[in-house]
């Protein structure tokens, strides 16, 4: 879905990417930065390799074969993609899965993916703030962005130009 700025759009676009959000119940926030000049398509790789490699470790190696919901699963949402280029997660896991465990994991891994780059886990806290904290610049101003879901990496799901 590409989508023009205007207001009303923007408001569309937020409500939707906001609500989509939330029906997720994320439990983590995690903004991974990679410090390098990286396309959207290598950077969505290196995001794959990530969950690849994060599922793995919580699902154990037939991550593949479980349900969403044993795995970490969430949305991806790339900010500045012609510059600066980072993306913010909101993410769900099974309740095992705890915040220090996942922040003990997510750097040595992402290390791996993206050896300029770093990875910052957080509390989601509440969904409906983080989700805003991501699509607000959207709605301020006209800088590109695309939400992808941990499902469908490598297939965008909302584009916006």
Not at 63 to 72: C, D, H, I, V
Not at 114 to 124: F, M, Q, S
Request: glycine fraction near 4%.
């Amino acid at each position: 879905m590409i989508m023009r700025n205007t207001q009303q759009q923007k408001h569309d676009y937020s409500t939707h990417v906001i609500n989509m959000i939330e029906r997720i119940d994320p439990r983590f926030f995690v903004t991974f930065v990679f410090n390098d000049e990286f396309s959207k398509n290598k950077a969505t790789d290196k995001l794959a390799g990530f969950f690849a490699h994060i599922n793995r470790k919580i699902a154990g190696s037939r991550w593949q074969k479980k349900p969403m919901e044993k795995l970490l699963h969430g949305a991806i949402i790339f900010e500045h993609m012609n510059s600066n280029l980072h993306a913010h997660a909101l993410l769900n896991a099974p309740n095992y899965v705890s915040l220090n465990n996942l922040q003990r994991n997510a750097e040595p891994i992402w290390k791996k993916m993206a050896i300029a780059g770093n990875v910052l886990v957080e509390d989601a806290g509440n969904a409906r703030i983080r989700s805003w904290y991501c699509v607000e610049e959207r709605f301020n101003s006209n800088f590109d962005q695309q939400v992808i879901w941990t499902n469908m990496l490598g297939e965008v799901s909302l584009q916006i130009n």
